[in-house]
């Protein structure tokens, strides 16, 4: 089966559902979109990072107890949240030097840097998401901190926190991952209109 054109899992029905605890069938999840004709779509970071956290998934799951219809939700929502993460990664690429890294099975960072050349100060943004699977479902919570790498002494606690409130503590829909670039563009203004505070870093 494909999911989007992204995804090609294969399983064995027989195993699923069965009713009394039996072995796991093979079952794997590939990804295809780095081939898809006539746009592919390479593997990036966060794609790779929701790719594995969800094989693991997948061969943790005891199948005789498990429907193929709650597989296809956990597949359909774990990469909806993928997809997601990537829309707003994009979109802080438009604006700000940006990188992505898994950090553990159950965690990967974004980090994006603001520079203010007017101020000598560059700001970084680190992003952490942290995702965990089950029955289907797709939790997601999101850390926000800032760091001022050079330049004015702003306090980090209140960037952290402004861009806490502004970009909230999920993962959102896809369409509405604008709001890190947002966040980081609204900061960006308010420093800006800050200034110099007289403190270097």
């Not at 494909?2 to 559902?17: A, V």
């Not at 998401?129 to 029955?135: A, D, K, L, P």
Request: net charge negative; hydrophobic share 40%; charged share 25%.
């Amino acid at each position: 089966m494909t999911h989007l054109s992204d995804l090609e899992l294969y399983f064995q029905p027989s195993f699923f559902s069965a009713g009394s605890e039996g072995p796991n069938g093979s079952i794997s999840l590939a990804y295809i979109g780095d081939s898809a004709i006539p746009h592919p779509r390479p593997l990036t970071t966060s794609k790779r990072f929701f790719l594995q956290l969800l094989r693991a998934q997948l061969h943790c799951i005891p199948q005789s107890t498990t429907s193929i219809a709650q597989v296809l939700q956990l597949v359909k929502n774990g990469w909806a949240t993928a997809l997601a993460v990537a829309e707003g990664v994009r979109w802080l690429e438009h604006s700000f030097v940006t990188e992505e890294s898994i950090l553990s099975d159950e965690r990967m960072g974004v980090s994006a840097d603001m520079l203010l050349p007017a101020l000598q100060t560059k700001v970084r943004v680190n992003f952490e998401v942290g995702v965990s699977m089950g029955e289907g479902e797709v939790q997601t919570e999101v850390g926000v901190k800032a760091e001022v790498v050079y330049g004015e002494k702003y306090g980090e606690e209140k960037m952290g926190a402004f861009l806490r409130d502004f970009c909230g503590e999920v993962i959102k829909e896809e369409k509405d991952m604008t709001c890190w670039a947002d966040g980081m563009c609204d900061l960006k203004m308010r420093l800006k209109k800050t200034g110099r505070k007289g403190e270097r870093k």
